[in-house]
């Protein structure tokens, strides 16, 4: 699944516009019979004390019809712990990684729950 998600990341970061954005999270979603899913989300905040960040959205990059699916029997902690440590390699070496870093913070969560945070820009 790794090797997927990496490219579909490319794929959707590839000619986007990110004027104004401060923060990107990654919203998981528990789509039912074991299905999941997660979309990627522009904001225009980052708060890494206030997880209601994510919701102050700018762009999907089109995710939210289009997002990352699979097909898994596991637990939302299992799901949330595998997708972390994806999305954490991705911030390591994806082929956007200095683009991430380059925002004030990276979070991944379920969509109705708390943002993990990922990354923080250091401004130092």
Same mark, same amino acid.
């Given at each position: ?64 019809? #289009? ?5 898994? @029997?596991? +637990?939302?902690?299992? /799901? !949330? ?22 925002? #004030? ?5 379920? @969509?109705? +729950?708390?943002?993990? /945070? !990922? ?6």
């Amino acid at each position: 699944m790794k090797e997927q998600i990496r490219d579909w990341l490319d794929h959707v970061f590839e000619n986007q516009s990110f004027d104004n954005i401060k923060g990107i999270a990654f919203n998981i979603y528990e789509d039912g019979d074991d299905a999941w899913s997660f979309e990627v989300v522009g904001t225009a905040t980052f708060d890494e004390s206030d997880s209601d960040w994510a919701c102050d959205e700018i762009t999907d990059f089109g995710t939210r019809e #289009n997002p990352f699916a699979w097909t898994a @029997v596991s +637990g939302w902690e299992s /799901i !949330l712990q595998e997708v972390f440590s994806i999305l954490q390699e991705y911030l390591d070496n994806g082929k956007y990684s200095e683009l991430l870093k380059s925002f #004030n913070g990276v979070g991944v969560g379920f @969509v109705d +729950g708390d943002m993990e /945070i !990922l990354y923080t820009y250091s401004h130092s």
